[in-house]
């Protein structure tokens, strides 16, 4: 570190030796932040909006969609929206958008570790 005049130029003390984001981990912490907020805004919406209770309807009591908000917010959202989609069911290939769904949950959990041990 080197002084101007009496001014000190550079990074505070507890700073020094710590690293800058790259524009890639920028980028992964949005997609981390975004995969944890837009599901639960959906699921939030069909609580406030949805007027025929699909939520309701799609799971049999309350906790499931709450620990699903909580916990696989995209699953609980496509399963709730293939529900209520064409028919009070899910069937045939709905069955694939609820897997895909639920490996994009495991791939948010997976980044988030993977972000956090980076750290």
């Known amino acids: 570190?080197?002084?101007?005049?009496?001014?000190?130029?550079?990074?505070?003390?507890?700073?020094?030796?710590?690293?800058?984001?790259?524009?890639?981990?920028?980028?992964?912490?949005?997609?981390?932040?975004?995969?944890?907020?837009?599901?639960?805004?959906?699921?939030?919406?069909?609580?406030?909006?949805?007027?025929?209770?699909?939520?309701?309807?799609?799971?049999?009591?309350?906790?499931?969609?709450?620990l699903g908000f909580l916990l696989l917010p995209w699953t609980t959202f496509t399963y709730a929206w293939m529900w209520g989609n064409s028919t009070d069911g899910v069937i045939g290939s709905e069955w694939v958008l609820v897997a895909a769904a639920l490996a994009l949950d495991l791939i948010t959990y997976a980044a988030g570790y993977a972000l956090s041990r980076r750290r």
Do not use: Q
Request: positive net charge.
């Open 1 to 66: 570190m080197s002084s101007v005049g009496l001014m000190r130029v550079g990074p505070p003390a507890e700073l020094r030796g710590t690293r800058r984001l790259t524009l890639g981990e920028v980028m992964e912490w949005l997609f981390l932040a975004s995969s944890m907020f837009w599901p639960r805004l959906f699921i939030a919406g069909f609580f406030v909006f949805d007027h025929d209770l699909l939520l309701h309807r799609a799971f049999s009591s309350w906790l499931v969609p709450a």
